[in-house]
């Protein structure tokens, strides 16, 4: 069977964590980076467009093209050379899971171009040992709202329904926070309460985001392992968290390691919680782009040009 020589790949964006579910839950949203491969003649080429585009490096360190290289050498087969188009929608170091994308998107063009076809799952495995953890990589390349349990090539991909009044909201302020800086104010240990306090509120937001139960959704969004150390990092976290419980929101979640704040609510109030997030860190003068998103359910295509 021939196969084209141009493909496009459009990656979600994922949220991780989701509060209680710190490094072990990540959820595909319906924001996407896409990316262009096509074979050349010549030495592999970068183009990149969109909001942060002069922050991608144009050389072979670029993370996409690593990813992709990652492949061949795990397979010991010589790369091909490309030309590589980069569309991002996906702000760069926001906790949106913008790095998952290019780690996606750089394994499923390497697969496609290679005469050595590897499975989703040695995919996947090659993708959390690039990211370092599987939260965000997973939902990025399967879609849904994800639970990965495991370790060591290991793993069981959980799929989470979520009731679909269940309204996602990101509010995306207008600076970075990069992952090592959240990771960095983390604690080296925790007590066992806090440790039994965030199990029992990850089963609680399992259940929660299945039935849509409006108490238990309230409570599961509390955290000890990592929001009360990060917060600290997202001018206004406090103010905006009021405000998106006095909208009737039902909690407020920092997006993977930050700066975005991610808000849960119902369908009716969702509009008032979108509101609310904006207008309360303009008063604290952070231009953010507030807006609601859906569960992405298909996780990463390609497509022959």
């Not at 959820?27 to 467009?49: P, R």
């Not at 010589?78 to 569309?87: A, G, L, R, W, Y």
């Not at 599987?134 to 060591?152: H, Q």
Request: glycine share 8%; with cysteine; net charge negative.
């Amino acid at each position: 069977m021939s196969q084209s020589n141009s493909i496009v790949i459009q990656v979600p964006a994922t949220t991780a964590n989701l509060g209680s579910g710190f490094d072990c839950i990540g959820m595909a949203l319906t924001l996407y980076n896409q990316f262009e491969f096509s074979l050349s003649n010549d030495k592999t080429t970068f183009t990149v467009v969109g909001d942060g585009a002069d922050k991608i490096s144009l050389s072979d360190d670029n993370l996409l093209y690593q990813s992709f290289l990652h492949f061949y050498q795990h397979l010991g087969l010589t790369p091909p050379s490309m030309d590589i188009k980069i569309s991002i929608n996906v702000p760069l170091a926001r906790g949106l899971g913008s790095s998952a994308t290019a780690i996606i998107a750089g394994l499923l063009a390497a697969n496609y171009f290679s005469p050595q076809k590897l499975p989703s799952p040695e995919l996947i495995n090659l993708a959390i040992a690039i990211e370092g953890h599987p939260d965000n990589v997973v939902p990025a390349f399967l879609g849904n709202c994800m639970l990965s349990v495991g370790e060591d090539n290991k793993w069981h991909f959980v799929p989470i329904n979520c009731h679909q009044d269940i309204k996602i909201i990101v509010a995306i302020p207008d600076f970075e926070l990069s992952t090592e800086a959240a990771r960095s104010v983390l604690p080296k240990e925790l007590s066992y309460h806090e440790a039994i306090f965030n199990i029992a509120h990850l089963g609680l937001l399992i259940k929660g985001l299945e039935t849509g139960n409006e108490d238990w959704l309230k409570e599961a969004l509390k955290d000890k392992l990592h929001q009360p150390y990060r917060k600290s990092l997202i001018t206004g976290y406090d103010q905006v968290y009021q405000a998106v419980i006095k909208a009737n929101g039902y909690g407020m979640v920092i997006s993977g390691a930050g700066p975005t704040l991610l808000a849960l609510s119902s369908s009716i109030y969702a509009n008032d919680v979108i509101i609310a997030m904006k207008k309360t860190w303009e008063n604290l003068g952070i231009k953010a782009d507030v807006k609601s998103l859906d569960l992405d359910i298909q996780g990463a295509i390609l497509k022959e040009k």
